[in-house]
């Protein structure tokens, strides 16, 4: 059975830090990669994808993501924080069998410090 | 730029009512899901469609209902309210193999 798992429950990091996010997922085949973000309060909005190609993905808001197949991850990455992506992120597997069903993390809040 | 939109962003209903969560896009998807999410337990599908009156079960379609007469709405019913459906619900629809949300409605059962 497909599943995604986000090891870090909560993280804090510096602003200007750089950022790291785990995502590992379980899935026979390669899935579509997806990264969303949520403000308090919000919807989920999507920051980058991997479907195929190149495994480095850039996305919006300075993101970036790395497939690895043979650690079946899809880490999301950021140089430098700011005080503006306190957030929860989820990382998010597509299967294309039967419309499209989506398996989600159980996402990661991260904090900034100032 | 895509566009999925919940009629509520709160709702407060009582034990018992019967609620509709109504969620319209207008990017002529084929696609629509709805899910709840509760801390600790990231998103959880209850209802899917994937066609006008084409609906299939998610992993918790208990005590809920759907209905889908218009491509562009997709509306998720609470036949009877209960305190254990407090919950933030999120409505998607799919473009290609790309999932987008709208912005959720905060549902509190007393």
């Known amino acids: 059975a497909q599943s995604v798992t986000q090891p870090d429950i909560h993280i804090t990091v510096s602003e200007g830090a750089s950022l790291e996010l785990r995502c590992n997922y379980s899935y026979g085949a390669t899935p579509y990669l997806f990264w969303y973000v949520q403000s308090p309060g919000q919807g989920l909005q999507l920051l980058l994808k991997y479907f195929s190609g190149d495994t480095l993905v850039q996305g919006i808001k300075g993101f970036e993501a790395e497939f690895k197949r043979s650690q079946s991850s899809f880490n999301l990455r950021k140089p430098s924080v700011h005080w503006s992506d306190a957030a929860e992120y989820f990382c998010a597997v597509g299967v294309k069998d039967n419309f499209n069903k989506f398996y989600f993390g159980s996402g990661t809040k991260l904090n900034v410090k100032p | 730029d895509v566009k999925v939109t919940q009629s509520s962003r709160y709702l407060v209903k009582r034990t018992g009512e019967k609620v509709f969560l109504e969620c319209v896009q207008d990017m002529d998807h084929e696609n629509m899901f709805w899910y709840r999410q509760d801390p600790g337990l990231g998103l959880r599908l209850i209802y899917f469609s994937y066609d006008v009156k084409m609906k299939e079960k998610g992993d918790i379609p208990e005590g809920y209902s759907v209905s889908r007469e218009k491509k562009e709405r997709f509306s998720l019913i609470l036949e009877s309210a209960s305190t254990n459906q407090t919950s933030m619900y999120l409505c998607?629809?799919?473009?290609?193999?790309?999932?987008?949300f709208g912005p959720g409605t905060r549902l509190l059962v007393l």
């Open positions: 998607a629809s799919t473009e290609g193999e790309t999932q987008y």
